[in-house]
């Protein structure tokens, strides 16, 4: 079983930044893919980003160049670090670790004001 806790959200006006961080307790393989994906009211849950274990990101064509996804695989711990942000990234950011099998988390709320 794994478990995914996320912090970091918040409320920031646009053209501020944000990091979130989701750290991963219980049975981590040494090869998965961590990521972050968003829900915005009334859209289906995105992509935003997508890092494997000692590799380099991936991210939606709507964040590139303004978001950054980083692992540190000794705590389990993936970030967001999240700059130049719009009121159009305004959703719930849910961490996602992916094993064999996709693990969720509970999801956090950042809120870009205009």
């Known amino acids: 079983q794994v478990q995914l806790v996320e912090s970091g959200g918040g409320l920031v006006q646009a053209g501020g930044s944000l990091r979130l961080s989701c750290a991963a307790s219980g049975t981590i393989y040494r090869l998965n893919v961590m990521g972050w994906y968003r829900q915005a009211p009334g859209k289906q849950r995105e992509l935003v980003a997508v890092i494997i274990s000692g590799g380099t990101g991936n991210y939606a064509d709507s964040v590139k160049g303004r978001f950054t996804i980083s692992r540190d695989n000794a705590k389990n711990t993936v970030y967001l670090q999240m700059n130049s942000l719009k009121p159009e990234d305004t959703a719930v950011y849910y961490c996602?670790?992916?094993?064999?099998?996709?693990?969720w988390g509970q999801g956090t709320q950042v809120t870009v004001s205009s």
């Open positions: 996602q670790i992916r094993q064999g099998r996709e693990y």
